[in-house]
């Protein structure tokens, strides 16, 4: 069974920095393409990031790029998601969400077969 | 990029009822790339049509999606209490960023 479990939101202040993790579990991590899907009452789903099976391709939807940085841990089974230079409108519940086609150099997201529950970040002063 | 309009915004009906959800796109979607998933507080969100027609595994068969270029759609053929959420299409053809419809929210009458 695929699982996939978000940890590290909280309330941060508008200029802080977050770490959030995903554990995966049920699947050959390596094997897909992984992104980070953000979702808020107002603006509905915002793609962020999405990382290759292998770690060295990454695209970033411009409003987070250049303070995002996407990572991942194969050996692991984990992705993070380093966030800087927050703002308000960061706030959203971060989901991470798994690639359904097995693709280890593609670092461009297609769709979303699994996802995790979400983990909150609220940026506040 | 391309902009998807979903509508309506709000369905209000009652359990065995037939659901029509609508997602417009601003150009035509390549091959056709258009999924829809199924979202429920406190729950991961759900795929439940990918490639416009194509049911995700699992998935009750009397949820159906239809469409193609501009105009798509998600027919749940009698709604059950369990359908009752907000429901979103997402395209990933060659238009990037991929980008999602603002949601259509599904509430008992």
């Known amino acids: 069974e695929v699982k996939l479990s978000e940890s590290g939101g909280g309330l941060v202040k508008p200029g802080g920095s977050l770490r959030l993790s995903c554990a995966a579990s049920?699947?050959?991590?390596?094997?897909?393409?992984m992104s980070w899907v953000r979702q808020t009452p107002g603006k509905g789903l915002e793609w962020v990031s999405t990382?290759?099976?292998?770690?060295?391709?990454?695209t970033y939807a411009d409003s987070v790029k250049g303070r995002f940085t996407i990572s991942r841990d194969n050996s692991k089974n984990t992705l993070e998601l380093q966030m800087t230079s927050l703002r308000v409108d960061d706030t959203a519940l971060y989901h991470c969400?798994?690639?359904?086609?097995?693709?280890?150099?593609?670092?461009?997201?297609?769709?979303?077969?699994?996802w995790g529950q979400g983990t909150l970040v609220s940026v506040s002063s | 990029e391309i902009v998807l309009t979903q509508s309506p915004g709000t369905l209000s009906l009652s359990p065995g009822d037939r659901a029509t959800l609508s997602c417009r796109a601003s150009q035509s979607v390549t091959r056709n790339y258009l999924v829809w998933y199924q979202l429920k507080p406190g729950q991961a969100p759900r795929l439940l049509i990918y490639d416009a027609s194509t049911r995700a595994a699992g998935v009750p068969d009397r949820f159906s999606g239809s469409g193609s270029g501009t105009d798509f759609s998600l027919t749940i053929s009698r709604l059950e209490p369990e359908d009752f959420a907000v429901y979103y299409c997402q395209q990933f053809g060659t238009s990037r960023p991929i980008t999602f419809g603002q949601g259509t929210r599904l509430d008992t009458k």
């Open positions: 049920g699947f050959t991590l390596r094997s897909f393409a």
């Open positions: 990382i290759n099976g292998g770690g060295d391709t990454t």
């Open positions: 969400a798994k690639d359904p086609i097995p693709d280890m150099v593609r670092g461009d997201p297609y769709y979303f077969d699994f």
